[in-house]
């Protein structure tokens, strides 16, 4: 079965400085990942996806990821972190076979203090 | 153009009552999920359905959850006899579907959900 290990509850950057966000992942056959943010009170807004190709992905608000396969990993990154990147992020993986479900991870809550 | 959209955006309701939680999908997606947010939990997965295929009903929790997706478009979840611990934010995506050949896998579109309160 897939799963997905975000191991930190709450990462606290300070504005300005570079962010990066955690994730592992378990599948069998090779993964499509993705990243999504979640604003309070708001659905889950889609951040980037990694297919196949390039291992350093870019996406939406500056955001970036990199697939690491030996390290089962697709960590979210950003080199300078806004106020307004405070949210929840959850990293999610499905496979290529079967059926199209995401298994996502607990969530990590990102709080970019001023 | 419209994403998805879920309706109502809160539900309170007394134990034991049946609600349903409807999701109009973007046009054109013909695949449909169901999630459930609890808080502190991550999302978990209910169901799935893609075009006429049978549903993927595997995440539902009991027997007390259903769901339907009536002429390919708009779904409605149905929870009867609310429990407390069915309080959570109910959210709902849409995607398109691309077979093995197609290249690619497409993201999901959420839903801003549907906060479902049992007193």
């Known amino acids: 079965a897939q799963s997905v290990a975000q191991p930190e509850d709450q990462v606290n950057v300070a504005e300005g400085n570079p962010l990066t966000v955690k994730c592992t992942y378990s599948?069998?056959?090779?993964?499509?990942l993705f990243w999504y943010v979640q604003y309070p009170n708001r659905g889950l807004q889609f951040l980037l996806k990694?297919?196949?190709?390039?291992?350093l992905v870019k996406g939406s608000y500056g955001f970036e990821a990199e697939f690491n396969k030996s390290q089962t990993s697709f960590h979210l990154k950003k080199p300078s972190a806004l106020v307004s990147d405070s949210a929840l992020y959850f990293c999610?993986?499905?496979?290529?076979?079967?059926?199209?479900?995401?298994?996502f991870g607990k969530g990590n809550q990102v709080v970019v203090i001023p | 153009g419209a994403g998805v959209s879920q309706s109502p955006s809160n539900k309170v309701t007394e134990k034991g009552k049946d609600v349903e939680l409807r999701c109009d999908p973007i046009?054109?997606?013909?695949?449909l999920y169901w999630y459930r947010q609890s808080l502190g939990q991550g999302l978990e997965f209910l169901i799935y359905?893609?075009?006429?295929?049978?549903?993927?009903k595997s995440g539902l929790p009991s027997d007390r959850f259903s769901a339907e997706r009536t002429g390919g478009s708009v779904s409605t979840l149905t929870i009867q006899r609310t429990q407390q611990e069915d309080s959570a934010v109910y959210l709902c995506?849409?995607?398109?579907?691309?077979?093995?050949?197609?290249?690619?896998?497409?993201?999901?579109?959420f839903g801003p959900g549907t906060r479902l309160t049992v007193t």
């Open positions: 359905f893609q075009g006429n295929s049978a549903p993927d």
């Open positions: 046009s054109g997606h013909t695949a």
């Open positions: 599948v069998s056959g090779n993964p499509y």
């Open positions: 990694y297919i196949t190709g390039d291992n």
């Open positions: 999610a993986v499905r496979t290529i076979y079967g059926n199209n479900r995401l298994a």
């Open positions: 995506a849409s995607s398109l579907v691309g077979g093995l050949g197609s290249g690619g896998s497409y993201e999901q579109y």
